[in-house]
């Protein structure tokens, strides 16, 4: 996964900011229960800045999709309030809040034409016809579809029935869309490209977007700020480059990308810094004091796949060997799966420099910073 | 890389030309499926498509009386009606011998198919042959035929009886569809409205458009929000109210229409409850069978089954998330369903409509049993004449326009509609 870093710092940076002065959205307390059992949603907290892409991800059913359908006003929190431009908005009935969306299956209207589709909102809004015209054509222009206005969905592929669905979430120019995995449907190809399509809208219209979909890659390309959802909680809400390069716990360092994982317990805490004996005997390492609190918890510890060195050394003492079990070869990088200190499924990925010649069966040196390793919950 | 595009005849390697060699190679394939299909398409040859073509060709058929009065009826032609005021000497001299030598059971059609045209027939010429059968025993030539036949019975002079033979001359005749419209033939062979006692089929033909109009609004009004529930209910639910839709369905017709007749007659279970209720006096009773209502109900309930089964079909498809984005965009409720969902529900709306007009503009059975005097329909005169008056020409007749009228409608419904809209499950 490559990502322009910073491109996404100097955008989150700037919305860190704003956050705290104003949020656009504002979900306080929230809880969601549908039989009075179980909590789908619990203490949603959650602040939006206008014109922020907030992307809200996680596996299906921890209460993403149910939070989206709580702003759009179909479903109503059980507990808590939601704030709309600091007004709330839990009484406004779905069709007065002026909300645009897309949804996961499009939800175009069959019957009408792509024209028609796009001016029923601005219909209902009882705007003058040649306003309508002007509107509409200006909406398929931006998604690119000008000449398709006569057509019916069943006449498009499924990436124009998307930007059709797109332009008339926007079309009555709301003060907020939502998004719920709208490109859900679309093959690998022609998802990247929408991507950058919404992303590229989103930058020049400033218009604020929730976001939900399950497909980590999906919310690292397009979000100032990623909610990762589990269990209908939060558990991390940050830019995309904090969420990978720090995860808070480890659901958030399993979700997204790919992770390594040493468990052990804590011997000795230094400050911000621990040193844990991993189970099995294998050894000390020091890591990062993470969410872990005092010696003799249970931690696991968590390490980027790219942020492991092959045949040198560190003065953090955190030297380890593995066997290669597995090697995959991937054009720009190898991919090896070794057993170090128990786990065998431990990635590294080596650069295909033109200089590893190893094989599987070998033993390998390997070694990494004690920062780049995360002492984070069992 | 440059394509050369041929217009010569392609051909397979073997230098066979293309088509024939595709028409070779799918011959069999087609034999095969049209054999699967022979023995359903002679069973609709024979069943279906005989027989109304049968009854259709009996609806303007009238060559029976034709093979009985030949020499008659060719001499009844020459008749100048403007100049005498009977027919001449000839055409009574071919009746006296047809009448004297013909075969009793053929002379016997023939008279019902003449009493059609003109009531009297039947007596008068039965009485006639009798006296002629006499003269012939007798070895007698009569001088006159005319005055042999007006000396055996004084209608022979009667001119309306010789101007009914008009509409009887040809071996075609349209007469069967006039009389199913209430009209005849006047002695001219003009085409003019029956006596008014005679009028009974247009009353019954409005009747029977009014009663299925009427029936396809009320089960569109009751079936609609039926087959919303059932297309919207979690599963568990709608089958339990899918057995209620179709358990009417299952049990016979005319157990449900005397099950009817329990409910609604003046001592029956509704009056029963409503006098108990205090709602209306002993002897107010309402009349709710024997009627059109009585026919109105129980048909409208008979056939709702044929509006909720299309209607849920196209239902159950229409995704939930339309209504959901269409108020999203802005639409109240009310306006969502205006325009959202029920213009995606016409298929269904005009499948079941159609279907349940069809079979309520035919329906038999109910309102026979129900409708007493006004609420039959017109299904109930063509029975009677199948059964009772063997008036098959009739019968065709009214069969035949009830098809038209169909065919009519189904035509008005693809230009409208279009066909391919239609969606029955």
Known sequence: ?378 | MEVTISTAELLTTDGIPLKQSLRKAERRNKLRAFLLVFPLLLFIIVTFVMPIGDMLLRSVDDSQINSVFPNTFEEYKNWDKGADELPPEEVYKSLFFELANGDKRQIGKALTRMNYAKSGWKSLIKKTTREIKKIVKKGEEPVSYKDTFIKINKFWGDPTYWYSFNQMVNDRSSIYYWNALDRTFDEDGDVVLQDEKRRMYIKTWLRTFKVSVYVTIFCLILGFPVAHLLANLPLRYSNLLMIFVLLPFWTSLLVRTTAWIVMLQQNGVINGILVWLGVISDDGRIQMVYNEAGTLIAMTQILLPFMILPLYSVMRVIPKSHMRAAQNLGAKPAMAFWRVYLPQTIPGISAGGLLVFVLAIGYFITPELVGGKDGKLIGSWIAYHLKTTLNWGLCAALGGILLGIMLIFYWLYNKIVGIDNIKLG
């Open chain 1, 1 to 378: 996964m490559t990502i322009c870093f910073h491109a996404v710092i100097q955008a989150s940076l700037q919305y860190i900011m704003n956050d705290t002065s104003q949020s656009f959205v504002k979900f306080e307390k929230i809880d969601k229960s549908y039989d009075g059992e179980v909590l789908v949603v619990k203490n949603l907290n959650l602040d939006i800045a206008k014109g922020e892409f907030v992307t809200m991800l996680g596996p299906s059913g921890s209460g993403k999709t149910t939070t989206l359908m709580m702003l759009a006003g179909f479903e109503t929190p059980t507990n808590g309030e939601i704030f709309l431009d600091t007004k709330p908005i839990s009484k406004i009935p779905p069709y007065e809040r002026e909300i645009g969306m897309v949804f996961q299956n499009y939800a175009l209207f069959p019957h009408m034409t792509v024209a028609e589709n796009l001016s029923f909102p601005l219909e209902v809004r009882k705007i003058s016809k040649p306003d309508i015209k002007e509107k509409v054509q200006k909406a398929l222009d931006m998604v690119e579809l000008g000449n398709f206005g006569t057509r019916f969905p069943a006449q498009l592929s499924g990436g124009q029935q998307q930007r059709v669905a797109l332009a008339r979430a926007l079309v009555f120019e709301p003060r907020l869309v939502l998004m719920d995995e709208p490109l859900g449907a679309l093959d690998k190809n022609l998802r990247e490209q929408m991507q950058y399509e919404i992303k590229h809208i989103h930058d020049r219209i400033g218009i604020t977007v929730v976001y939900v979909t399950h497909d980590q890659s999906e919310a690292l390309t397009m979000s100032n700020r990623i909610a990762v959802f589990n269990d209908g909680v939060v558990q991390q809400l940050s830019t995309p480059d904090i969420l990978y390069e720090k995860p808070e716990n480890s659901f958030v360092a399993k979700f997204i990308g790919e992770n390594n994982t040493l468990n052990g317990v804590v011997r000795e805490v230094n400050g911000s810094s621990c040193t844990v004996e991993l189970d099995g005997g294998f050894g000390m390492v020091k890591a990062l004091k993470i969410n872990v609190n005092e010696v003799g918890e249970k931690t696991q510890l968590s390490i980027r796949p790219e942020r492991v060195s092959i045949d040198k050394t560190t003065s953090d003492s955190n030297n380890f060997s593995g066997k290669i079990e597995e090697l995959i070869y991937l054009g720009d990088h190898i991919r090896a799966r070794l057993d170090v200190c128990g786990n065998k499924e431990f990635i590294v990925k080596v650069p295909n420099e033109g200089s590893f010649n190893h094989k599987e069966g070998d033993e390998l040196k390997l070694s990494w910073n004690s920062e780049d390793v995360r002492a984070l919950d069992l």
